[in-house]
């Protein structure tokens, strides 16, 4: 009995010799781990969105977004489709020069040709509120840049007419900046896609979008009234007059708005309901 226990000892022992000498072997080692080089942009060159910018308001304030935190309109922020939250942006409208140094916070836009859409407070230096929308440039700049109105870049017509390299992996564009390590960490952890920097022609101030109309008027008085009475209870929001033809006779029409959504137009205008003042929302065309 012991020298039957004696043997299967023995043979157990030979068996893990031999199963340690497999696992040591050059066979059974593991294989050596790759390190992924990350692509990097070269430092005269800066990462450029270009494109049309919108913007959301009050419909939206306190609402959660996809960061995260909760929407404030008063807040120097702004929602893109890919770039990490976090980011710092500057955006200029190429119409009029303003700049604004605004932190993505949200996701977004998703409607057509659209590159970003503004907070309420980045919108309005640039312009963006009373139009709904604008052709804007926007630069990928470092974490600590201050948030809030900028100053114009100097190179602003080469960030807006350079064409972008179409065998880049990421959308870059050759201008003469400083050194751009902060840019190309982003870039590559988020990059952008074609589609989204294609130029937007448009030969209107004000893009599709949605706006309420107030009433309209054969006495252009009544519609300077209606108009006065809705800047009283909403002077942050545009409130036009158009005149138009009807059967001959010129009408004044009074419009409220531009809204980048249709939600929007139908909270203000709820709000002018309250204030005795009737509206449709309309869905604005390209002209």
Request: proline share 5%; glycine share 8%; net charge positive.
């Amino acid at each position: 009995m012991i020298l039957v226990r004696r043997s299967v000892l023995t043979a157990l022992t030979s068996c893990l010799f031999l199963l340690l000498g497999f696992v040591g072997s050059p066979a059974f080692a593991r294989a050596p781990r790759t390190t992924k080089t990350e692509p990097t942009i070269s430092a005269n060159s800066t990462t450029v969105l270009r494109g049309r910018a919108s913007w959301y308001g009050s419909y939206f304030q306190g609402k959660r977004t996809s960061s995260g935190e909760r929407y404030n309109r008063h807040a120097y922020t702004c929602a893109h489709k890919t770039l990490p939250f976090g980011t710092r942006l500057r955006v200029t409208n190429v119409k009029n020069g303003k700049s604004v140094i605004v932190r993505v916070s949200d996701r977004g836009p998703f409607r057509h040709q659209r590159i970003l859409d503004l907070s309420e407070a980045a919108a309005r230096p640039l312009g963006v509120v009373d139009c709904g929308a604008a052709t804007v440039v926007a630069e990928v700049v470092a974490d600590e840049t201050p948030l809030g109105p900028a100053t114009t870049p100097a190179n602003l017509a080469a960030l807006y007419d350079a064409d972008p390299n179409p065998d880049a992996a990421y959308t870059t564009y050759k201008v003469t900046t400083a050194a751009a390590g902060t840019e190309a960490a982003l870039l590559a952890a988020a990059p952008v896609t074609t589609a989204e920097v294609i130029d937007v022609a448009e030969s209107v101030d004000c893009p599709a979008g949605f706006l309420i109309q107030a009433g309209s008027f054969v006495e252009a008085a009544n519609a300077e009234a209606v108009q006065a009475r809705i800047k009283s209870h909403l002077p942050d929001i545009a409130v036009t007059i158009a005149q138009d033809l009807v059967d001959g006779r010129q009408r004044s029409r009074v419009l409220v708005g531009n809204f980048g959504e249709r939600p929007e137009a139908e909270a203000v205008r709820q709000q002018l309901l309250l204030w005795g003042i009737g509206g449709l929302v309309r869905e604005v065309a390209l002209r």
